[in-house]
């Protein structure tokens, strides 16, 4: 679950609100589509992935006529309280930073951890160079883990630094990695120990919208009690995901 770490310019945007009730309008949900298999663009350029199908089934239960829209990580947030679309769907872990500036609904991914990926086992995680998406938690970790942190704005940007040999190692969310260790061919590899990171993933919300919190808080529910949140996890995530017991 991606953590971001609010900027000082976040924290300035959060006295602009805008309503989003849900009574005859259409829910804009905004995500990353850069983020597989959480959130992606596909082959049709349409957001797809585990947030979009989650997404797509709380709004149908929730009654609610809902888009998709994307906004670059690093700017999700002021985005997000400037009107911009009315909720966050894009891998964001719930963290006490995060609920000073905006609202969440209750976690709809259970808490995971980040994990290092490398080309070797025996890469120098905490004396080399360390890429991670900026503005994450990830990328926090790795400042004061003594490594040197090389930042970008994109996840495939932190892959690719380790490829190009620019990064010993990249720290991310594990359930990103996975797929990508999988699909390397055996050039990536995950090194050193997970590392626990945030409190689950949830909705965020401006904190005006508390009808729409409630509406999406209800569908998710529904989704955990009836199992169909975890089958989500499972088809995107497979078997060994975690899931909600």
């Known amino acids: 679950?991606?953590?971001?770490?609010?900027?000082?310019?976040?924290?300035?945007?959060t006295a602009t609100f805008a309503m989003a009730d849900g009574h005859g309008k259409t829910i804009r949900m905004g995500t990353e589509g850069a983020y597989p298999p959480y959130n992606f663009l596909n082959d049709a350029g349409e957001v797809d992935g585990f947030e979009r199908a989650v997404g797509d089934e709380l709004c149908k239960r929730a009654e609610l006529t809902c888009e998709w829209v994307t906004n670059e990580w690093d700017s999700i947030i002021p985005n997000l309280t400037s009107g911009n679309y009315d909720t966050i769907i894009?891998?964001?872990?719930?963290?006490?930073?995060?609920?000073?500036?905006i609202d969440f609904t209750q976690n709809y991914f259970p808490p995971a951890a980040s994990a290092y990926a490398a080309k070797s086992e025996g890469a120098d995680l905490t004396g080399g160079v360390v890429a991670a998406q900026t503005s994450t938690i990830q990328a926090g970790h790795v400042a004061e883990s003594g490594a040197t942190l090389l930042e970008f704005a994109t996840y495939d940007d932190t892959i690719a630094a380790v490829m190009s040999g620019e990064a010993d190692a990249v720290f991310a969310d594990k359930d990103a990695l996975v797929p990508t260790?999988?699909?390397?061919?055996?050039?990536?590899?995950?090194?050193?120990d997970d590392v626990p990171l945030g409190g689950g993933i949830g909705i965020g919300l401006r904190e005006s919208d508390t009808e729409l919190k409630e509406k999406f808080n209800t569908a998710i529910t529904s989704m955990k009690e009836d199992g169909t949140l975890n089958e989500l996890i499972i088809k995107w995530f497979g078997e060994d995901a975690k899931t909600f017991e």
């Open 181 to 192: 260790v999988e699909e390397s061919g055996g050039e990536l590899v995950f090194a050193g």
């Open 1 to 13: 679950m991606k953590s971001l770490i609010l900027t000082t310019a976040a924290l300035a945007l």
């Open 90 to 101: 894009a891998g964001m872990s719930i963290t006490d930073e995060r609920d000073e500036v």
